[in-house]
């Protein structure tokens, strides 16, 4: 699909006239915003579902089935961070990107990104202060990098509570880890997203408060969330569009998948037990709010079947999101 027809797939249908067309101020009369049209979400796919396809033929895949954005993540398949020539390699996929009217955000979920006998080793939590400063100088890197890109935000986690390790420890670590971190985001203007995720320190959208708390409360435009779909379906106490709503101020990247309650597996839409509609609905009021970023397709564990996934996947959420 071209640019153009890219573009034009996403504007939304004019809007029905009602009586409040008529009404100088609805607003005012029933003491309640008034609902503006439907948008629809920016969709992406993730390069971590696709690492059997080189980068570039990755964004010309997505970009040709029609997704809006991808997201991006630091990699040695794809664009590696550790490599030499970080500045000049991160250069040509900006360009590639502009070329193909993508929207990106930098994903650090990489599992052996820092460490080949570690997943997602070191972290922020490690004992070591050694190990966490290697993951403070990875996402350093990321912000650049997103930076350049001009992404939307820059993704991370907490990491999993290290044995022997009090939980209120591992929490001052977590939050003096990613003080220069996002010192470095907000000089960047490029927002933090951290992610909920089952298992880790960070878990739950409360965690995430209690994370705001400990570093101050740093404004949304600095600190904020990376919302998974899935992770809300396996160990929130609301439903997925309800998470939606309550974070919807903290949401700077969504992740999507299907998942069944109690259980973390990223699996493809229709294999667990998600109700998408509402969810789509909710992520369609996020978007018409002013959220400007993406809502990518989270299946890491599916490379072998990337290109079909990502054709299915969008397939499913045209069928699924609401009619403008």
Not at 51 to 60: K, M, S, V
Request: aromatic share 4%; charged share 25%; glycine share 8%.
């Amino acid at each position: 699909m071209t640019t153009a027809g890219r573009a034009s797939s996403r504007t939304t249908s004019p809007r029905t006239t009602s009586s409040s067309d008529h009404d100088p101020d609805p607003e005012l009369r029933t003491g309640r915003p008034t609902p503006g049209p439907v948008v629809r979400p920016r969709l992406g796919y993730g390069t971590n579902g696709l690492t059997d396809l080189r980068l570039d033929e990755a964004l010309g895949l997505l970009a040709d089935l029609g997704y809006d954005g991808v997201g991006l993540t630091l990699d040695h398949m794809h664009l590696d961070p550790l490599a030499p020539d970080l500045a000049a390699r991160t250069a040509r996929v900006a360009r590639r990107l502009s070329e193909l009217d993508l929207g990106v955000t930098v994903e650090t979920g990489g599992r052996y990104v820092l460490d080949p006998r570690r997943k997602h080793g070191p972290s922020l939590l490690d004992p070591d202060p050694e190990d966490r400063a290697a993951r403070v100088r990875l996402l350093l890197r990321a912000v650049r990098v997103a930076a350049d890109l001009g992404a939307h935000a820059v993704h991370c986690f907490s990491g999993t509570l290290p044995a022997d390790t009090r939980p209120d420890e591992a929490w001052k670590r977590l939050a003096a880890s990613l003080t220069p971190v996002l010192e470095a985001a907000e000089a960047a203007r490029v927002p933090l997203a951290v992610e909920p995720e089952p298992g880790h320190l960070l878990a739950t959208l409360d965690d995430f408060h209690q994370l705001r708390g400990l570093l101050g409360g740093p404004p949304p435009a600095v600190l904020g969330l990376t919302l998974d779909i899935g992770h809300c379906q396996c160990l929130e106490p609301l439903p997925p569009a309800d998470c939606v709503r309550a974070a919807a101020p903290w949401v700077h990247h969504v992740q999507i998948e299907d998942m069944r309650r109690g259980v973390h597996e990223h699996l493809p839409f229709g294999d667990g037990e998600i109700d998408f509609p509402p969810v789509l609905a909710a992520l369609a009021e996020l978007t018409a709010a002013g959220y400007p970023g993406l809502t990518v397709v989270e299946l890491p564990r599916h490379s072998h079947a990337g290109p079909e996934l990502a054709r299915t996947s969008l397939s499913f959420l045209r069928r699924e999101i609401p009619p403008c």
